[in-house]
Each structure stands twice: as C-alpha cells, then as structure tokens.
C-alpha cells in the first residue's frame, strides 16, 4: 500500500487502537482477567490493524497459563470471495519452521544420536564450505544460530522458486563466498537450517519431513500442520496467499519450498500453533506428558550470538538492550521480561508468534498476505496490553518504518527502457559457479534472459542505458533485474552481473561468464 494511502487509513484505525490499548491498560491496572476482556478488544485491535495494512484474512491464537483463551479467525481465505478464516485455517509459516527444525535436532541430542557441537562434516562427510576452515569448523550449533559467516538471505537465489533439490543445493555451497569470518557476527542463513535438516535426516535414518511428524506434530495432535504444500492439495480450510501487484491486493499460487523444507516448509493453522506454543510454556510437556527434554528447551531459547539492531529499531524498541539468536528462535528483553519469538513469510503468506516465558503468554498471528507488518502490530498490541505497557499505536509506528523501507527498494527502480542495440553480440549460454547456467536468446521479436534453473525468472531484456538492461521476470514476485553486461574486444558479451529480488530473495550480485556462443 503506498504510504500516503496508509497515512489516511491511520488516521482511523489509530483512534480505535488507541481506545482499545486504554481498556487494556485499564483491565491490567485494576487487575481485571485478560481473559474476561480479550474477545471485544482483541477483534478490535485485529480488525483495525487489518484494515490499515489491506490483509484479507488472519488467524490469532493467544495462550495463557497453559489454556487456550483465544483463537478466532479474521477476514476471508481468498479475496473476493467469501470463505471466512477461522482458528483451523491453515497457512503458510516460512522461517517459523527453524524452530521446529531446532527443536527436533535437540531431540536427537537428547536421544544421544547427535551433539550440538558435533562438527557438520563429521555427519555429513560431503559438505564442503568456501573455506576449508569453515568446512572442518561449523558445527550443528553454529547453522542453528546463523553464526556461519554469511550475510542474511546470501545464497537463497539457489532454492527460491528453482528446481534444484536440497542434494543439489548443499553440494554448491562450495561456491559460496563467506562474508565474514565464523561465528564473528549473526547472518540469517536458510540454506544453513537446509543443511541442519540433512543432518538430523541422516543421524535418524528417516527424512527431515517424518522425523519432524513423528517426534513433535503427531505428540502435539497438530493434525492440520503439514511440511510440504504437496500435502495441502484436497485439504479443506486452507488460506490462499496473495501480494500487492499494481495497487491492488491479488492472489496467488503456493511456492513449493521442498527443496528447503526444514528452513521454511510448514503450514500450519493457529489452533495447532496454539499447542506448540503451550508446549514451550510447560517447558517441553503438553497434557501433561513430557514430549521434549526441559533443558532442550533452554537450550534452545538461550542467547548464543547477539544480533546486530536494525535501523530505527531504538524507536520502536526503547526498553530493549539486547537481541540475541537462540536455537530457532530469537530473543529479547522486553519492559524487562524475555521475549522469544519468530517470523515467517514466503509468497503471499507472513506469521509472527512467540511467548514471555516468564508471563506464560504466547501469541501465534497468521496473515495471507506478504510485504507487511500488521502481524507484528498485533502481536505487541497484545503483549503491551497484557503486561499494561502505556499505550503505543503499533500499526502506525511500524508503518513508519516500512514506509522507509519500501523508499529504498524503489529507488533507481523506475528507469526508461528501449530495444537493445545489436542483440545478436548478448546471445550465448553464461555460467556462474555457484549457481549455474543462464541463457540469453531469440523468442519471436523478443531477446530473452533465461536463468536456467528457475522456471520463473525468464523475461525480456530491455535497454536502460549504457551496458546496463532491465528484464522483468515472469514470475512477478521476482519483479524486474538489471543486468550489466561486459563484452570483449571484439564487441561481444562477455558475461554479466545481475541480482535478483535483492531486498528479500538474495542480497548476492551474481556474475555469469560466457561459456556458448550461441544461443538457444
């Protein structure tokens, strides 16, 4: 939504959250059960954060002393119709999966199957790094807190949306270049909690999808939670995910994510994250029976790399001095209580849940729409009102940030494009280690960019200007590349350098050198 579109929605939803945020402080204050108010602000506060951020539908859960005490859903499965969301919706959870992934490695720790500080090239003898020091090094503790040496996101272009499998992907991390050295700073690493899974699949003998089934989802009787969106087809009650494209909210088509199942496959509905959250309160039990070791679960909420604050994160954040990466989750302090917690988003879907231990409070929010934060908005709407924090406009103040965020991705991006001149020199087949091929060929009157491995990210090369093209991909969640060519001295494309989607697919420039000279 353009941000003077949110400004105005603002103006409206902030007195009605505002309001809402003083019955809150009112019922904490007077010591009022949580409970006994909940239903009428919680659908308030959901309601207006919805409508100043344009979600079709979300799920809440909220659980406190190990009850469930809310879990309703909001708004509808795909827009424009009329499928309401309820709390047994399912939807996509993305990155919310590593906690799960964390949590069942520690079950084989505590199985004595696996050590956290086992080396990862002692269980998976064929996993090599950049750096042979980091191949001999890492250890299952460093992947399960990003603490590798890899800037957030570095390499994702490898398994977002291609057709390269998780055996294929691990053995091209060979190729991928470090961005500083081991366990030096946090870098937020998929393909590493890729490489977790394969370690806990070959240290259990089974696949990471059924190790993750057997040992947590089926104990837990999440019976509508799945690890792949195979499993979704004839499923009934499934959100359907949807993004912006032109100013106007649309739906889209699931993003099969098999290929990194344990860094972000998993759907599942707000009742069945309800009982996970209640597991983490009770510190690993649920019904009272023991599911997961206690010091399991602290390990893996204990601090193990501090995390590097985000801009502008003092203004949202003035009562928190420090952020740390657990095992899976991420931590804070918060008004002096520990928070953990975890976000999620892939195409079309985005989650944030957690929990104040210490409270035994726990909130799951599911949205199907991506590129937002009203997930977040609601989250501290709840937990602020809970813990009776004076009263903060979440959705406004984090609207804020995200409108500074949309301004850097936007900018250089609306550029004047024309043929290319003497198209014939770009035509061959490129290669680039760590990826692998892409093609630039004739289709009809068009010069075509293909990058061979994802079925997507093919489209038409444009001139901007100079040796630099544009190429919007088909796969509109991809958006538009810019490609810089170099060429030889017979005039002849070389190679060229390009990034794809670098705001949340891959940070990585990518450079492709010539290996054909004719195209396809």
């Not at 795909?78 to 919706?89: A, M, S």
């Not at 957030?152 to 500083?180: C, E, V």
């Not at 969106?229 to 959100?239: D, K």
Request: hydrophobic letters at 40%; glycine letters at 10%; aromatic letters at 10%.
């Amino acid at each position: 939504m353009p941000p003077g579109r949110a400004g105005m929605v603002h103006q409206e939803s902030g007195k009605d959250l505002m309001r809402i945020r003083l019955l809150l402080f009112i019922a904490a204050a007077s010591q009022v059960s949580y409970a006994g108010f909940l239903p009428f602000s919680l659908d308030s506060c959901v309601r207006a954060c919805m409508a100043a951020w344009q979600v079709p539908g979300a799920a809440v859960a909220v659980v406190k002393d190990d009850s469930l005490i809310a879990c309703r859903g909001y708004g509808v499965c795909r827009v424009g119709e009329k499928k309401p969301v309820d709390g047994k919706t399912v939807f996509a959870i993305g990155s919310a999966t590593t906690a799960f992934t964390a949590t069942t490695v520690g079950l084989l720790v505590k199985d004595g199957m696996l050590s956290w500080d086992d080396t990862v090239s002692m269980r998976l003898p064929s996993f090599r790094l950049f750096d042979e020091c980091s191949t001999r090094g890492i250890t299952i503790r460093d992947l399960l807190c990003h603490r590798c040496g890899f800037a957030a996101r570095s390499g994702d272009l490898l398994w977002y949306g291609s057709q390269y499998t998780d055996d294929t992907i691990i053995s091209r991390l060979r190729f991928l270049k470090p961005d500083f050295g081991l366990r030096s700073r946090f870098g937020y690493s998929n393909l590493m909690y890729l490489v977790a899974g394969k370690v806990a699949a070959v240290a259990s003998g089974t696949s990471w999808n059924a190790l993750v089934k057997k040992r947590l989802l089926e104990p837990l009787e999440m019976s509508r939670t799945k690890t792949s969106v195979r499993e979704l087809s004839g499923l009934q009650n499934v959100a359907e995910p949807h993004t912006i494209a032109y100013g106007k909210v649309t739906s889209i088509t699931y993003r099969m994510l098999d290929n990194i199942g344990a860094a972000g496959a998993i759907n599942a509905s707000a009742e069945d994250l309800a009982k996970w959250l209640r597991l983490q309160l009770n510190y690993g039990t649920y019904n009272g029976t023991r599911i997961v070791d206690s010091a399991v679960i602290r390990e893996t909420r204990t601090p193990h790399m501090l995390m590097q604050p985000e801009p502008g994160s003092s203004n949202l954040f003035p009562a928190t001095n420090f952020n740390a990466s657990g095992l899976g989750w991420m931590l804070s302090d918060y008004y002096g209580r520990l928070l953990v917690y975890v976000g999620g988003r892939v195409d079309g879907m985005q989650c944030f849940m957690g929990f104040a231990p210490d409270e035994r409070l726990g909130i799951v929010v599911l949205t199907n729409l991506d590129n937002h934060k009203c997930d977040q908005a609601v989250f501290y709407e709840i937990i602020d009102g809970y813990l009776g924090i004076p009263s903060r406009d979440w959705s406004g103040l984090l609207t804020l940030q995200w409108s500074a965020e949309q301004r850097k991705v936007k900018q250089g991006s609306s550029r004047t494009m024309q043929e290319i001149a003497k198209p014939e020199r770009y035509v061959g087949t490129y290669r680039n280690d760590l990826y692998g091929t892409a093609k630039v060929f004739r289709s009809g009157r068009d010069w075509v960019l293909h990058l061979t491995a994802h079925p997507g990210l093919e489209g038409v090369l444009l001139s901007v200007k100079g040796d630099t093209m544009a190429c919007a991909w088909r796969d509109r969640y991809f958006g538009s590349s810019f490609p810089v060519f170099f060429f030889d001295s017979m005039g002849m494309a070389r190679g060229f350098s390009l990034r794809v989607r670098e705001d949340w697919v891959d940070p990585q420039e990518y450079r492709f050198e010539r290996t054909v000279g004719t195209g396809r």
